[in-house]
């Protein structure tokens, strides 16, 4: 962690470490284990405020009645150790409490629940349990289903709330080449240490659920999935370009491919035609996108899925293939257009470089060309290809096409910027309104004609790219009878289409961006995929489902192949087999399936986990679906979204699942981004250089300035040292190479979960992304700690705390019930709309209202350990068990708010002075009579009559009169 660390743990004895700003003096001091022996004589000097300065920190003293009153302890010019009475022992409660949640269970769903209960489903998006363990974005969103979790199993629902691993892919799979180390051996050890970490977080995770897609019992499933969709024709092979890479002789993923060079070892890669395993998901577009309208997910998300469908609406049009002496064939070149409106204007046809008709249209002089351009676009991926700022390329293929509106012949390209995966991988490229045909039309000089007229058009633009809708003009021919001059873009398409299909030149066609899935790597760590290949005939048929798991065979040597067989290869006896219903020899497919595979369904075995007979019990499905809250991050807003949608419906259509859709309420967290860095130049002379001088700063050393020695002047941070010296603050992703990652378990070790869970959800509002800073969790730690010494009371002499607490039995106040069920009022809104930040905020406020209180009756304080439950679960069972409740509050109903204490409770109490009334002030209904005075005597009215005086008696009537009654001898004279 970073330097101002305070706590360093070494093995045992742990040290605690700490610095005091102002005098540079730094303590240390062993301790005990802090769960043999927590906190006695433990010493400690201040951190480092946020500002900067040493905070001048107050602590509570506690008279024998219970009354406290805050008084300051130290001061800016503090510098011995002073007894560490911030904190309460949270090394102690955390791990009690988890080792009793775990002993008994307490958060187990059991299979049996009484369904007439209602249920919530909360799940959090299942981690890929890599090396570096858990990040601080892990329990961003962990927290937030977790407090989720947490209210509705207080509130009286079924709660599922489960964990698991994603735990296929490629980490594993490269450490194994790297080190021979199996990946299973790797994945076990990886989802241990998440388990840990995830545990020692408090989190109400039913451990029991627990799964991981590498397991033959989970996996088993996947590969039943796959077949059902084999044997409904949604699972087929089909020849696809993948990313080859000739020097490794492997196929790499596209995240390993940067800038066309491999990641690893920066050799270039093709795309190479492969045959591969392809899911239909084209076929279930329009389900997909129609019933999002339904869910209750962010309308980005929503937006973000309807463009990946891409849904388009347009026409596929006919043009002959011209022979050489310019007389039409039979041969057709279909192509894909969205504005047949623009047909007359179409002065030349793209195919794309991988077009399947492509050798047919190439005359003999322009062959090379063409072969060395279909090279050269082979390195490019579709983003590079279709890149609107990149320059377009292509070459003429010497023949021509007709184009059926007006029987002009018009030549025929071959171009990248056109893909063969979308449309019919051919155009009619109209230069004269659509943007990329105009660059390819003006660098080849290629003719253009306008067809389209922009009703809003000046003279100068009369020869600019127009791509919008208009009359059209230009557009009629007498040879095929077609005229469409004079109608708008829309009648004149339609007209287009109308034509086309009367006449054999075309049809409607609806196309989708959205393309078939690619269901196979060519790795070792995946799902097998279940299907052999007949060695005689090359038929692919289906392993039986009762021979389902078909286990990964075990290996030990991971390297590629080296002629982009899959590492499976090498499984040769696992491999050769033959087809048990023929006994004909065949051998296993070598591919495996995508990383995507194993999260597409995980959410159904959760509510079934252990079912060996099927892959979820139709009752439990039944009961369980769909999962009412889903969080994760935004990076999978599309893909895995639509891929498990997509599984699911599937598995609507068979009758696995009763619900269309899996996920009713899909959130996304934002992201947590380091701590905010400051940056300063420096000279040559070593000496400062302002970030808004004149002179370029890339010419100057670049050095980090410490938070602490940072000041905000107006709008700009500034050096404290010397105010006239302005630095940049940036913001970066947290990531191992810019060294700013934040590990949880040191946040965990030095300030406890509750502290880390708070501060989390304390940061900002769930949904944005905000800046980690280690300061804020200080704020949150203190107001735990506060909330502690309010239930337990202040430490004893030797630092340690009493058991027990110092809760009364008093009946409570009005003002006590009022602000206690305002808090369960807010507390209860906030979370339930995920405004997990202002929940906190109301807390806080209670904590403070309550430390003006005389006394903490029991009937305040136990409800408000229930409300301050779901967020810092440990500290509130131990408070819990200390007001004497034998079991976890998991289950105590949560607090329900009082609409008659939350009425709006202001009053204007009139105030008299010496029997005159003299103004009035704005009060709470059951105000005391000192607030009410301490009131009038700032009111600014009343001030003057009451400044100076000396009072000799107060008459106060609640709700009625305030008559503050002066003494004579001192009154003094006024003019009025
Ligand atoms: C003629 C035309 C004229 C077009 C015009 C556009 C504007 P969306 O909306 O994304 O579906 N197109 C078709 N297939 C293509 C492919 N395989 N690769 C690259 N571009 C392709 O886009 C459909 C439009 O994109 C089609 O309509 C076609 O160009 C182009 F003023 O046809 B249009």
């Known amino acids: 962690m970073s330097s101002h660390q305070i706590l360093q743990f070494r093995s045992d004895p742990f040290v605690l470490s700490h610095c005091c700003r102002h005098t540079r003096l730094t303590s240390s001091l062993t301790l005990q284990s802090p769960l043999k022996q927590p906190f006695s004589g433990l010493r400690f000097r201040w951190r480092r405020s946020n500002h900067g300065g040493v905070r001048s920190s107050t602590t509570e003293t506690q008279s024998n009645n219970g009354n406290r009153k805050e008084e300051a302890l130290v001061s800016e010019t503090a510098t011995t150790t002073i007894e560490l009475k911030r904190v309460y022992p949270f090394h102690e409660i955390e791990p009690k409490w988890q080792r009793y949640w775990e002993d008994n269970r307490t958060f187990r769903t059991p299979d049996d629940v009484d369904t007439s209960k209602p249920k919530f489903y909360v799940l959090d998006m299942f981690p890929y349990p890599s090396g570096a363990g858990l990040h601080v974005g892990h329990p961003l969103g962990y927290t937030a289903t977790d407090i989720l979790a947490r209210l509705r199993r207080m509130q009286g629902y079924n709660v599922l709330h489960p964990m698991g691993w994603d735990a296929f892919g490629l980490p594993a799979e490269q450490y194994a080449i790297e080190t021979g180390t199996h990946p299973k051996t790797t994945t076990l050890k990886n989802i241990d240490r998440f388990r840990l ?398 990383q995507w595979a194993g999260s597409c369904w995980y959410y159904l075995r959760f509510m079934d986990p252990k079912n060996p007979e099927a892959l979820v019990d139709k009752e439990k499905e039944k009961y369980w679906s769909p999962v009412d809250v889903y969080v994760g991050g935004a990076e999978h807003a599309v893909l895995h979204l639509l891929y498990s949608r997509f599984w699911h419906k599937v598995l609507y259509d068979i009758g696995v699942v009763s619900t269309k859709e899996p996920f009713k309420c899909v959130i996304n967290q934002g992201i947590i981004l380091g701590e905010v860095q400051y940056t300063a130049w420096k000279d040559q002379e070593g000496n400062f250089v302002s970030a808004d001088t004149e002179e370029r700063l ?97 430490p004893q002499s030797d630092g340690s705390f009493k058991d027990g607490t110092i809760v009364t039995d008093d009946e409570p106040t009005l003002e006590q019930l009022r602000t206690l069920h305002k808090c369960i009022a807010k507390v209860t809104e906030e979370i339930e709309s995920t405004r997990f930040n202002t929940g906190i905020s109301g807390m806080m406020e209670f904590v403070n209202a309550a430390y003006k209180w005389n006394n903490q009756p029991r009937r305040i304080i136990e409800p408000f350990v229930l409300l301050l439950s779901p967020y810092a679960p440990h500290m509130a069972e131990e408070l819990w068990s200390r007001l004497g409740h034998p079991n976890s509050l998991a289950y105590e109903s949560f607090p329900k708010a009082n609409p008659d204490y939350l009425k709006n409770t202001t009053i204007v109490l009139p105030v008299q002075i010496n029997g005159k009334t003299r103004g009035t002030i704005e009060v709470e209904e059951g105000c005391s009579e000192n607030d009410a005075f301490v009131l009038a005597s700032q009111d600014e009215k009343l001030r003057k009559y009451l400044d100076g005086q000396s009072i000799k008696k107060r008459i106060y009537v609640p709700g009625k009169i305030l008559n503050v009654i002066l003494d004579r001898t001192n009154v003094k004279v006024t003019t009025k």
């Open 197 to 594: 970490q995830l545990k020692s977080l408090g989190f109400s995770y039913d451990w029991d659920r627990e799964l991981s897609t590498t397991e033959p019992d989970y996996y088993k499933w996947t590969q039943w999935i796959f077949l059902q969709l084999y044997k409904r024709g949604l699972a087929y092979q089909a020849e696809v370009p993948v990313n080859w890479c000739p020097a490794l002789g492997t196929v790499l993923a596209n995240e390993e491919v940067v800038d066309g060079v491999s990641e690893r070892g920066g050799h270039p890669v093709i795309r190479k035609p492969m045959r591969q395993w392809m899911l239909k998901i084209t076929a279930y577009a329009d389900r997909l996108l129609e019933d999002l309208d339904e869910l209750e997910w962010p309308e980005s998300i929503k937006e973000m899925q309807r463009n990946w469908i891409g849904r388009s609406e347009g026409a596929e049009l006919n043009f002959s293939f011209l022979d050489g002496e310019g007389r039409e064939t039979d041969k057709k070149i279909t192509v894909y257009t969205t504005r047949p409106d623009t047909l007359f204007g179409a002065t030349y046809m793209v195919v794309a470089p991988e077009h399947h008709l492509l050798s047919y249209f190439v005359t003999a002089e322009q062959t090379q060309q063409v072969e060395e351009y279909k090279d050269f676009a082979s390195r490019k991926s579709d983003l590079e290809r279709t890149e609107l700022q990149k320059d377009k390329t292509g070459v003429f293929t010497g023949c021509y096409a007709k184009n059926p509106a007006n029987g002009d012949a018009i030549p025929i390209w071959v171009a990248d910027y056109v893909l063969a995966s979308y449309g019919t991988g051919a155009i009619m490229a109209v230069p004269a309104h659509d943007t990329r045909d105009n660059e390819f039309a003006l660098k080849y000089n290629i003719p253009i004609k306008w067809v389209v007229k922009n009703e809003a058009n000046s003279s100068d633009d009369a020869k600019k790219v127009y791509p919008g809708l208009g009359i059209i003009e230009n557009s009629s021919s007498s040879e095929t009878g077609l005229d469409i001059n004079q109608l708008s873009s829309k009648e004149a398409g339609l007209k287009v289409i109308e034509w086309a299909e009367r006449t054999g030149n075309g049809k409607k066609k609806v196309n989708y961006k959205l393309r078939d899935w690619l269901f196979a790597r060519q790795r070792y760590w995946g799902e097998p995929i279940p299907i052999l290949i007949l060695d005689e005939s090359g038929e692919t048929i289906a392993v039986s489902e009762s021979e389902l798991p078909l286990t990964l065979p075990e290996l030990n040597d991971f390297t590629p192949t080296g002629t982009g067989e899959p590492p499976l290869s090498k499984a040769v006896s696992w491999v050769n087999t033959v087809d048990p219903s023929t006994e004909k020899p065949a051998k296993r497919e070598t591919s495996t399936m995508p």
């Open 698 to 794: 890339n010419e100057h050393q670049q050095v980090t300035i410490p938070e602490e020695k940072v000041m905000k002047s107006g709008d700009h941070f500034v050096l404290k040292e010397d105010p006239s010296i302005r630095l940049i603050p940036r913001v970066y992703k947290m990531s191992k190479s810019r060294g700013n990652v934040v590990n949880p378990d040191d946040v965990v070790l030095e300030y406890g979960a509750d502290s880390l869970r708070l501060y989390e959800m304390f940061m900002g509002p769930f949904r944005d992304s905000k800046t980690w800073n280690t300061s804020g969790i200080e704020g949150v730690h203190r107001f735990l700690a506060r909330t502690w010494r309010l239930v337990i009371g202040l």
